[in-house]
């Protein structure tokens, strides 16, 4: 039906950068929202990023000014560039989207599998 494939996870050290990718593919009418999240061990998953079909952004404030979300719609693909990343920053890395189905009048909210996020210090 619908799938999301994250991938540019690894290790890094503090101060480093890193770019995940988000790929949706299936039977997709459009995309709305697109975003990222993350979850550290023993945490709650937290909001990192979202970007809205019309570009508008939101971040949270942890990672305003060093990382930066981005969309390409043609390719139902978004991105988040993590600059001088923090041992802090450690998590799996999930992306999400709120989509129509082709088809299908109703919006739904999709999850990619995570991908894990090391910064060593």
């Known amino acids: 039906q619908v799938q999301l494939v994250e991938s540019g996870g690894g290790l890094v050290q503090a101060g480093g950068s890193l770019r995940l990718s988000c790929a949706a593919s299936g039977s997709i009418f459009s995309i709305n929202t697109m975003g990222w999240y993350r979850q550290a061990p023993g945490k709650q998953r937290e909001l990192v990023a979202t970007?809205?079909?019309?570009?508008?952004?939101n971040y949270a404030d942890s990672v305003k000014g060093r990382f930066t979300i981005s969309r390409d719609n043609a390719k139902n693909t978004w991105y988040l560039q993590m600059n001088s990343l923090k041992p802090e920053d450690t998590a799996v890395y999930y992306c999400n989207a709120d989509l129509r189905l082709v088809g299908g009048p109703y919006q739904y909210r999709y999850w990619g599998q995570g991908t894990q996020v090391t910064v060593s210090s």
């Open positions: 970007i809205t079909s019309g570009g508008v952004t």
